[in-house]
């Protein structure tokens, strides 16, 4: 059973099109988070998410939106999408923050 | 906000040691380390809870340094399987891991 998964793993996409990248934990955990991969490997936080609540939304632009309809699920929609966008797009969970972070295994997202 | 990490890379041949550096402005609570492999998510390493605290976790360990807001991670006799890139994280005064600036390593024959 795989702990956290995201699906698609790849998606290709042409400028200006909506995306959703899906998440699913099942390990129980209360927080579960997106982070952006980009180029240059820096693992950048985008969004946590404390048992469906939004607890920290960071400065990413408004067309990225989190949604979670449970606390095993955190979806991140992303609207309009930007050439800039282009990254690896990774989900994680865990029980509380100062604990031990379980990944999917990534999204790669190319858009043209 | 991000702490910073050096070495930016480290190339090694087997049985080298090599020492990752994080350091943070703010004041550190915890550190975290991850290792990811190329194409492949970070995995977990340890996490360090408090200053002065070190931990092992077989050839691999680390220190935390609350007063001088550093942590460091420790390669001993590094083996092939060590490749990837490392990654230092933090959780401030909010509820939310923040990742450094990455270390590459290379490990060679």
């Known amino acids: 059973d795989t702990a956290v998964s995201q699906t698609p793993k790849y998606l290709v996409t042409q400028m200006g099109n909506d995306k959703s990248i899906k998440c699913e934990q099942n390990?129980?955990?209360?927080?579960m988070y997106w982070y952006k991969q980009d180029s240059k490997k820096f693992l950048k936080i985008m969004f946590s998410?404390?048992?469906?609540?939004?607890?920290i939304n960071e400065t990413v632009p408004n067309r990225f939106s989190p949604k979670s309809p449970d606390k095993a699920h955190l979806n991140l929609h992303i609207n309009s999408l930007e050439l800039g966008d282009s990254a690896v797009y990774f989900c994680?969970?865990?029980?509380?923050?100062?604990?031990?972070?379980?990944f999917g295994q990534g999204t790669r997202l190319t858009v043209v | 906000q991000q702490p910073v990490q050096s070495p930016q890379a480290v190339i090694l041949r087997e049985g080298e040691d090599a020492v990752i550096n994080c350091s943070s402005s703010?004041?550190?609570?915890?550190v975290h380390w991850y290792r990811q492999k190329h194409g492949e998510a970070p995995v977990f390493l340890m996490i360090?809870?408090?200053?002065?605290e070190q931990k092992g976790h077989e050839k691999i360990s680390a220190s935390f340094n609350e007063k001088k807001q550093q942590s460091s991670l420790y390669l001993t006799a590094s083996q092939l399987s060590y490749s990837g890139t490392y990654f230092c994280g933090t959780v401030y005064n909010t509820d939310k891991l923040i990742f450094g600036t990455g270390t590459r390593l290379q490990v060679f024959p």
């Open positions: 703010k004041a550190l609570y915890s």
């Open positions: 390990l129980g955990h209360d927080t």
């Open positions: 998410y404390n048992n469906k609540e939004l607890i």
């Open positions: 994680a969970s865990s029980q509380v923050a100062y604990t031990e972070a379980f």
């Open positions: 360090l809870l408090k200053g002065g």
